[in-house]
C-alpha cells in the first residue's frame, strides 16, 4: 500500500513537472518580442524620455506591440550602434538614414510633411562679406562635423558644388558658433534658421544671413528590415493617426515630428548619396 502510494506521488509530481515544462516552452514560444527604439540625442537623455515616452505608450496601446526606448550619451555612439544593426526602430538625421539604410536596410517609414531641413550662414552685420565666394580662404565655425543642415551638408555644397576652399572651426553648439562670428573667432558661421531666432536677440539682430541650402525632407523614423512588416505598417499608421488629432499633433511637434506622412527613401534621402557626403563625415 506505501509502495502505491509512493508510486503516485511520483507520477503526479512528474506529471506537475511535466505540465510547468510545457506552460514554461508555451509561453517561451509566444513571448511578445519588445522592439528597442533609438532616437538620436540632440537633446538630453531627460528631454527626450519626456518627449518621446508619451508617443510611444500611444502606439503601442494602438497597435498592440511592446517597444523599449533606447537611450544614447552621444551623438556618436548612437552612430555607432545604428551602424551595427543594433536598434529595430531609430530616429535619426537624413544622412544618418542613407548610411543606415547602406549598413543594414535600414528604410525610413516616417517624416515630418510640414518642417525642411533649411541650412544657413550668417556674417556680422557690418561685414563686408555679402555671398558664399568671399568666404574663400576664410574661417568658418560648425556647431560639429556631422550636425546635418548646419554643418555636414553646407560643407559638403561649399566644397563639392561652390569649390570654396575655407578653414572650419567647430564650437560645440549652434550659439558659439554665431558668438565666434560676434566676436571675429570666425568670418562666418553654419546653423539653421530655427536656432539664429532663438538666440539672444542683440546677437541674432548683429548677424545677417548670406546664404540659405535647398530644403531637404527632416529627419525620419526608420525601421531594420528584422522588423516584420505588420509591425512596421502599424507604428507608420499609428504615428499618423496620431497625427491627425489636436492633442496628437502638439505630443508630435515635441518630437519635431508635427506632420508625420510616410517616407520615401528613394525620393526624400537616396539623393543625399550623390553629394559625396561620405567625404565630410567624421565617424568618431
Known amino acids: 500500500m506505501e509502495n502505491t502510494r509512493r508510486h503516485t506521488l511520483s507520477f503526479i509530481k512528474l506529471l506537475a513537472v511535466t505540465f510547468a515544462a510545457q506552460l514554461f516552452s508555451i509561453q517561451t514560444i509566444y513571448a511578445q518580442p519588445v522592439y528597442s527604439w533609438g532616437v538620436v540625442p540632440q537633446f538630453s537623455a531627460t528631454a527626450i524620455h519626456r518627449d518621446w515616452t508619451p508617443i510611444i505608450n500611444i502606439v503601442e496601446k ?10 544614447y550619451e552621444t551623438i556618436p555612439g548612437f552612430e555607432k550602434s545604428f551602424l551595427k544593426g543594433e536598434p529595430d526602430l531609430a530616429y535619426m538625421n537624413p544622412y544618418h538614414a542613407v548610411m543606415a539604410n547602406e549598413a543594414h536596410g535600414y528604410m525610413p517609414i516616417i517624416r515630418d510633411g510640414k518642417r525642411k531641413l533649411v541650412g544657413i550662414i550668417v556674417v556680422r552685420k557690418d561685414s563686408d562679406i555679402n555671398n558664399i ?10 556647431p560639429s562635423p556631422n550636425a546635418f543642415a548646419a554643418s555636414l551638408y553646407l560643407r559638403t555644397l561649399l566644397h563639392e558644388k561652390y569649390k570654396i576652399d575655407f578653414e572650419t572651426l567647430y564650437s560645440g553648439t549652434h550659439s558659439n558658433a554665431y558668438r565666434h562670428v560676434l566676436s571675429r573667432k570666425s568670418a562666418a558661421a553654419g546653423g539653421v534658421k530655427r536656432t539664429l531666432n532663438k538666440t539672444r536677440k542683440e546677437l541674432k539682430d548683429s548677424l545677417k544671413i548670406i546664404y540659405k541650402t535647398e530644403g531637404n525632407p527632416s529627419h525620419p523614423l526608420t525601421v531594420h528590415p528584422r522588423v516584420p ?23 508630435m511637434k515635441k518630437i519635431l515630428l508635427p506632420k508625420p ?4 527613401y528613394a525620393n526624400d534621402y537616396l539623393p543625399l548619396k550623390e553629394l559625396k557626403m561620405d567625404k565630410y563625415f567624421v565617424l568618431k
Do not use: H, M, P, W
Open 133 to 142: 565666394n568671399e568666404l574663400s580662404g576664410k574661417t568658418i565655425s560648425f
Open 229 to 251: 512588416e505588420e509591425v512596421r505598417n502599424a507604428v507608420q499608421g499609428a504615428l499618423i493617426e496620431i497625427g491627425e488629432t489636436e492633442e496628437g499633433r502638439a505630443l
Open 261 to 264: 506622412i510616410k517616407a520615401d
Open 62 to 71: 494602438k497597435t498592440g506591440y511592446k517597444f523599449k526606448l533606447t537611450f
